[in-house]
C-alpha cells in the first residue's frame, strides 16, 4: 500500500511540474475540429514549396 501511495506522489509532483512549466501556452482542450482546427504552413515549408515549383518550371 505503501508503494502505490508514494508512486501517485511521485506522479502526481511529475504532473504538477510539467502543467506548471507549460504555464499559460498549455492547451488542455483536447482535439480541435471545424474552424479551431487551422493548420497555418510554416513559412520555411511554404518557401520550400514554392523553390521547388519555381525550379520544376525554370527547368521546362
Known amino acids: 500500500m505503501l508503494k502505490i501511495f ?3 506522489v511521485i506522479f502526481a509532483a511529475l504532473a504538477m511540474f ?3 512549466k507549460g504555464g499559460n501556452s ?7 475540429h471545424g474552424d479551431e482546427a487551422m493548420h497555418a504552413p510554416s513559412e520555411a515549408a511554404s ?3 514554392s ?3 519555381t525550379d520544376a518550371s525554370a527547368a521546362k
Not at 498549455?26 to 480541435?32: C, P, R, S, T, W
Open 6 to 8: 508514494v508512486g501517485f
Open 26 to 32: 498549455l492547451d488542455m482542450a483536447g482535439e480541435k
Open 51 to 53: 523553390n521547388a515549383t
Open 18 to 20: 510539467v502543467i506548471f
Open 47 to 49: 518557401d520550400a514549396a
